[in-house]
């Protein structure tokens, strides 16, 4: 009996060590596979960003094209999120806009004919959709790109140029070509086209080009004072 106690006392404090140890070991896997993520997080993270920054500056010359500007696009723009930006430009339209977004100026002989916007569409199939949105001094559209997305392949992700024709169907309107009422997808009522088997993400899309022509309609005056305040304006070095 004596030395059935003796092996019991001997084993609890084994027992007590090899779970300690693979407690240990365990905190150590589950701190060691964070990191890794996070730093897969991060360095995706800023993949995400450098790959919008390019498709930006893609789409930023597909709609204006090089001949018909003589600055350079990518080096003069207006600081959305700069204090007086903010606080007189109805900066809401745009939608859940980044932090550093701003509004390029493309310009011949020192004035601006077109400003390009950065517009999210909040209201995607799956999450937000980024757009440009470029938009003539005379209130038309130059035209309107997708620059990032995660919609359905195959059905949503139509929006893009490469996939298909219609998101060139905005190029020339405005807010009276069509109506107000009649920005739309059909299916709604409206002027413009959908997908078949996918209505929710041209709604989108849609409504948030209409959003950014009002902006422009609402602050027109004073965007083309505010380009040519450096206080807010991005210029070439």
């Known amino acids: 009996m004596t030395e059935q106690v003796n092996e019991t006392e001997q084993l609890e404090p084994t027992l007590a060590q090899s779970i300690t140890k693979n407690a240990i070991g365990l905190a ?22 450098d790959n ?11 709609i204006t094209p ?4 003589d600055n350079d696009i990518l080096l003069n723009y207006i600081n959305l999120n700069s204090e007086q930006a903010r606080k007189n430009l109805h900066i809401n339209h745009l939608g859940p806009i980044a932090d550093d977004a701003k509004l390029y100026l493309a ?4 004035q601006t004919h077109t400003f390009l916007f950065p517009v999210t569409a909040p209201d995607g199939y799956t999450t937000h959709i980024q757009l440009l949105v470029g938009i003539k001094a005379d209130g038309s559209l130059a035209g309107v790109r997708v620059v990032d ?8 992700d139509k929006v ?30 409206g002027e413009f086209d959908s ?8 709604r989108a899309v849609v409504n948030a080009v ?25 210029e070439a070095k």
Do not use: C
């Not at 310009?107 to 020192?110: I, M, N, R």
């Not at 950014?212 to 083309?224: G, H, P």
């Open 28 to 49: 150590l896997f589950a701190f060691v596979t964070a990191g890794v993520i996070a730093l897969v997080q991060l360095n995706t993270k800023a993949q995400i960003k």
């Open 195 to 202: 997908f078949t088997g996918a209505t929710i993400t041209p």
């Open 66 to 69: 090089k001949e018909s500007v």
């Open 210 to 234: 209409k959003q950014a022509l009002i902006m422009f309609d609402k602050d027109k005056t004073l965007l083309l004072q505010l380009q040519a305040d450096s206080s807010i304006k991005g």
């Open 160 to 189: 893009e140029l490469k996939k298909s024709k219609w998101i060139l169907s905005f190029n020339g309107k405005s807010l009276i070509n069509p109506e107000q009422e009649n920005w739309k997808v059909k299916k709604d009522g």
């Open 149 to 156: 997305h995660k919609e359905t392949p195959g059905l949503g």
């Open 107 to 110: 310009q011949k002989d020192g």
């Open 52 to 62: 919008i920054a390019h498709a930006q500056a893609r789409a930023l010359y597909e």
